[in-house]
């Protein structure tokens, strides 16, 4: 009976709750295409400002004044046809093997010892064994001399000494720091041609650097070295590209500072 | 219920009626009532369904109409790398309603003088006296001068934005583009050819293209620009096209002037040689009279040998040359030489009848067709055409083209004889390529790529080599017509490129007006002298942005002209020693 007389009452609040679903969902609905506007309107709102932006950069990199740089201030000009590539491969042909020749220039580095023997001071350089390190600087003695204090084989200076007449000594051993001519020696040595004198001592010092495979080549120039002209193989030895290593490993911190 | 019983006295008969009448009132009324009630009833429902209808489907208050995507008030314009050449920005404009100003009126006139000394303070104060209500004092202000005339705080003073036309590319192709009133709309160029496609707001949202590319544009100016000045002449004009498709890559006229203040400058730069001036070109016509020489049949090809004494008597006049040959000549070295007197005999053969025909099949008896409102109408001997105008017109005096027609013709000569009508739109999807129409035969094109590379290789026209590019044309001198007599001192010059001429892809086109003798011309004034450097060094800049490799081996087939020649040159050679 109740459930009778109320079922119209029902029928309404089912029939306004599918309503105010449906209304809910169209509200819904509403707001969210709301803030898709929104999201639009600013996208208008910043092509307008990318428009403002692109047309002051345009107005400013015109291209006539872009040519009045490129003509006027860098005195740029066009490229002319021989300087057209048709591939890697041609832009390759334009680079030059580098010769391997160059390594054999260390060998080049025994003859140092020739620079070296001017001044007896450069033998505590020797220690370090740096072949390449002479790049020829000018040094005082008394940088010699604290080279010295760092190395301790006295042998080399015994006969570098021997070897050279003291006037060329100065020389030499003003630039080339004591350090260079020293490990050429000791390269030199190796080779066990030199033999010239101090051979044994040297021999595992100098090992490291003097290039390995040279040491064949080597071989034939120290004697040459021994026998007189350091001073020319000194000066190659600067021009190595590998040279300047080795300097700076051993050289710098002890001589080559003032030097350089 | 209601019903009347039966009464047991039988009622007075008026009373029985008197019953009756009130239940029809009722009856009246409860019909009124409900009447009453529906209609309402109906109302309500009504607005309740319309408040349905709007949750449902309705916008909501905020909603911004017409805000989904931004059209400019005019449409953009771009190059075909999409390089903007003309926008729309907003700009701020200063005016002022004297009669709304409160402050004083003389401090006014004299702040306002200081922040925009266009005017004096007396004219300020003027404008502010004269009870008139509105005037502008300035348009496409400067933020700075804005800001400045916002912190005078004067309520009679309006600042407002006003779309205004912008070209960020100032002066570069000026007379292409053209510029806009002061009301926005198009006046010159493609401003005004498409003023409705700019204008529409259907339109507008898309920018139109341009068959334009700015960078071979500022490279032609660039160069042309320098060769004006370096030989002080009047005026240049420059065109560079597309052979295939007619597309005019670079169109120049100068003096050129800056779209944004069309009003500052002088009003004759407006005018655009390119299009609307027609000149006389002279010999850059040479090898269309040669072309159809050859295409009816009255040349046989470049060996056959034509009388070319000093001077060519015809028809009471005299024909001369600059390069004599006084001898039988090839006509691979009447293209060399560029010689009047061989070109003369072949036209005479050709005859009147045919050359006009050709002319109005090449397009030259008719204003340019192309999109820009400024074109001029072709000079011809009209009336007097004759068999003497018909010799002289075989080398280029007594007609006048517009130098973008003789582009054109050029474009047809070398696109395998089919005409296209120069267009200034970009070729694309949205604007494709017409059908062209075939005007020279394909073996005539074909052999005219050789003689024409032989003027640049060795001819007149050496100085327009551009190393590697292959580039093939024609010099052209004409003397100008001066209070009605052929000067013998000013010149206009000219020169007819194409490039690559083993495969012709581009024309260039460049006069100057006036040039002046220098030094380094050793005092001549011909085209081989000043134009054709600046082909020379246009060339080289812009043929590497338009994809055309150099190529040092490359070359077309010199073999069919060069054996005419080469004898020639011997001859030369032993007359001179």
Redesign the interface.
Known sequence: MSARSFGSLFMVASCAGA?LG??LV??RV??E??SL?DV??KI?LA??DM??I??EI??RG???QL?RWN?GAFSLS?????Q?L?GSFQLAQLVQPQKPTDFSGQVVLASAPAPSKPTPLGEPAADTAEPNAAPVATIPGGLLHQASLKTETREVPARTVSNLPQATAMKSADKPVTAAKPAQHSSADKPGLAAAHPLPVKAPSAKPEPAKAAKKKMVDKPALGAAKPMTKHAELAKNDPLAPVPAKHLGKPKDAPPAR | MNAPQPALVAPRPERLRLVGQRRQMLAVMHQRLMFGMLVYAGLVALIALRI?YL??????A???EG????V?DRGDVFDRDG??LA?T?DAWTISIHPTKVIGDKLALAQKLAQIMPERTAEQYFAMLRSGRPFFFLRRRAAPDVVAAVNALGEPGLALEREPDR?Y?????GAHVIGFTDIDGKGAAGVERAFQTYLADPRTRGKPLVLSIS??V??AL??ELGDAMQHFSAIGAAGVVMDVHTGEVLAMTSMPTFNPNAPGQGDPASHFNRATLGVFELGSTFKPFTLAMSMDSGVVSGPGQMYNCPDVLPAYGHLVHDTHPFGRQCSVAEIMMESSNIGMAQMADKLGKARQEAWLRKMGFLDRVETELKERGRPLTPGSRWGPFETMTIGFGQGIAVAPLQLAMGYATLFDDGIYHPPTILKVNPDHPLTQGRRVFSSDTSYRMRSLLRLVVMKGTGKKAD????RVGGKTGTAQKLINGHYSQTINITSFAGVFPMDDPRYVIVVMLDEPHATKETYGFTTAGWNVAPVVS?TV??IA?MLGV????RREPNMSEVLPFVQEAHKKQESSKD
Do not use: W
Not at chain 2, 168 to 172: D, F, K, N, Y
Not at chain 2, 466 to 469: E, K, R
Not at chain 2, 549 to 552: G, I, K, L, S, T
């Open positions: 309503a449906c209304y169209s509200l509403a707001s295409r709301a506007e639009e309107t208008v092509q307008r428009r403002v692109q047309t345009g107005t015109r291209l006539s040519e003509a066009a490229p002319a046809a021989n057209f048709e | 349905l949750a449902a489907f309705g916008d909501h905020g909603r911004k805000l989904t995507a931004f400019p390089q903007p926008t920005i912008l960020p590319q100032t002066s570069l700015s960078r544009q500022q100016e660039a551009a190393p590697g590019y060094r080289s800049r590497p490799a150099p190529d040092m």
